[in-house]
Nanobody, 121 residues
Framework: QVQLRESGGGLVQPGGSLRLSCTASGSIISLNAMGWYRQASGKQRELVAILTSGGSTSYGDSVTGRFLIDRDSTRNTVNLYMNALKPEDTAVYYC???????????????WGQGTQVTVSS
């Protein structure tokens, strides 16, 4: 019912920057939280950044100070600005959105298919 479209992944050199975008579409009544997680090879999924409906942001410890998340509520879109990228940022990045939908079940927890970010020289 709620689908997420991700864009912006790719290859970037260490120290470079990249922007990821995620747009939610479907029968959305409200978005309670929307953001990004990542999973590197051989590691568990971890929080990158998330933005709640109240405007609060949470960042993973490893990205605090380097990444910034913002939103365009008119488009149900969040943007993740990644700066000073490091090789250890290499991972598949997954968009996640939680909220309320117009149909049963009236809550949703949707995931994008993932976009690869590779930081390498």
């Amino acid at each position: 019912q709620v689908q997420l479209r991700e864009s912006g992944g790719g290859l970037v050199q260490p120290g470079g920057s990249l922007r990821l975008s995620c747009t939610a579409s479907g029968s959305i009544i409200s978005l309670n939280a929307m953001g990004w997680y990542r999973q590197a090879s051989g590691k568990q999924r971890e929080l990158v950044a998330i933005l709640t409906s109240g405007g609060s942001t949470s960042y993973g410890d490893s990205v605090t100070g380097r990444f910034l998340i913002d939103r365009d509520s008119t488009r149900n879109t969040v943007n993740l600005y990644m700066n000073a990228l490091k090789p250890e940022d290499t991972a598949v990045y997954y968009c996640n959105a939680r909220g309320n939908a117009a149909s049963t079940p009236r809550t949703f927890d949707s995931w994008g298919q993932g976009t690869q970010v590779t930081v390498s020289s």
